[in-house]
């Protein structure tokens, strides 16, 4: 019986991993699903509504052609946050960046989208988005910590190169 004891011990942090990493989706799923769904208004259009959001959608997962509302790629994120307010925006991150206007870094307000070039060469393409907090943060979908977080445009230095 203690060996039975021993054995079932061990497996008990095995079974909880494999629990674990099989609750998380696939940040980049074979099958993507493209069909877009626009979000249903929720909250009215104010700072406290996104704020309201951006607490409650920290760390839900990256994942590929998703706009939530559980799980969102960066354009989904920003598209169903705005959506969730009646704001209708395009749904990819270049796209994004044609409607709205050009301000200075030193402009940014809480809310606005801030526009990245992602590539390795650094083109010029508008590959990835995020909303600013405030102090240089900001919050997007991350394919590097594949969830949503918080970044700083000031202390990172990736996204100060970007």
């Known amino acids: 019986?203690?060996?039975?004891?021993?054995?079932?011990?061990?497996?008990?942090?095995?079974?909880?991993?494999?629990?674990?990493?099989?609750?998380?989706?696939?940040?980049?799923?074979?099958?993507?699903?493209?069909?877009?769904?626009?979000?249903k208004v929720k909250y009215p259009a104010k700072k406290k509504s996104l704020e309201k959001m951006v607490k409650k959608l920290k760390g839900s997962p990256y994942v590929w052609a998703e706009e939530g509302p559980n799980?969102?790629?960066?354009s989904g994120y920003t598209y169903y946050?705005?959506?969730?307010?009646?704001i209708n925006q395009p749904r990819t991150a270049r796209e994004q960046a044609k409607v709205g206007k050009y301000i200075k870094p030193s402009e940014?307000?809480?809310?606005?989208?801030i526009f990245f070039d992602t590539t390795k060469r650094r083109n010029g393409k508008i590959t990835h988005v995020g909303m600013y907090l405030g102090d240089g943060w900001f919050t997007h979908a991350s394919t590097t910590k594949n969830e949503?977080?918080?970044?700083n445009l000031r202390t990172s230095p990736y996204y100060k190169k970007r």
């Open 81 to 86: 946050m705005y959506g969730s307010m009646g």
């Open 1 to 39: 019986m203690p060996t039975f004891k021993r054995t079932l011990f061990r497996l008990i942090p095995l079974f909880a991993l494999l629990l674990l990493t099989a609750c998380k989706p696939s940040p980049h799923p074979k099958h993507p699903h493209y069909e877009i769904k626009k979000p």
């Open 108 to 113: 940014l307000k809480y809310g606005d989208l």
């Open 148 to 151: 949503v977080v918080y970044s």
């Open 71 to 74: 799980k969102f790629d960066c």
